[in-house]
């Protein structure tokens, strides 16, 4: 979906460009995709697993900002990318049409700036412009400060999915299944 670039300031003093992803980013996103899935046990992927080549996630870039129902956010501070963000439906059934999934991550060194919570909110007002009335999201066991900021932007628990994640020395993670209404 195509939305309004926005700008905020950050704690820090800087400012940080929310806007629609574009083709252009692949390269840019393959890299940072890498990148936190190295600084965090936190997200789904390892960075060898990270195996888009340019073209397909130019594609999948391209089809996201053309797709009506769906958002993926950079967040640009000094001209690096700094965190993606997206809303997605959970399918075209009619009784889920209501709902979608939130999901987030920041690079490490752009952690407590404010700007996990300025695209949440920012999120939240397109999820609720496209229509949907329930915003979900996974958050790791463990992983307390998101949760926190999850909390402080309305989430609340709702559930818990048991031994979501297996790590590769073999240990588990429970997820807490998160929602918010619009």
């Known amino acids: ?3 309004e670039t926005r700008t905020e300031t950050l704690k820090d003093g800087r400012s940080c460009v929310l806007r629609p992803t574009h083709p252009d980013d692949a390269a840019e996103m393959i890299e940072y995709m890498k990148i936190i899935g190295a600084e965090t046990p936190f997200v789904l992927r390892y960075p060898d697993e990270v195996t888009y080549t340019l073209e397909g ?3 999948i870039l391209g089809n996201l900002l053309e797709d ?3 958002v993926m956010m950079l967040a640009v501070v000094d001209g690096k990318v700094a965190g993606n963000s997206s809303i997605n439906g959970l399918g075209n059934k009619r009784k889920i049409l209501h709902r979608c999934g939130l999901a987030i991550a920041l690079k490490q060194e752009f952690w407590n700036l404010g700007i996990g919570k300025a695209m949440i909110e920012y999120l939240l007002e397109l999820a609720k412009e496209i229509g949907f009335e329930q915003v979900e999201l996974e958050v790791v066991d463990g992983n ?3 949760k926190a900021l999850y909390e402080k932007c309305g989430f609340v628990e709702t559930g818990r999915r048991f031994r979501a994640l297996k790590y590769d020395d073999g240990s588990y993670r429970d997820e807490f299944i ?3 209404l619009l």
Do not use: T, V, Y
Request: glycine share 6%; hydrophobic share 25%; aromatic share 6%.
């Open 1 to 3: 979906m195509k939305f």
């Open 178 to 180: 998160m929602s918010r």
């Open 144 to 146: 307390d400060r998101a």
């Open 68 to 70: 009506e129902g769906s």
């Open 57 to 59: 996630e130019r594609e």
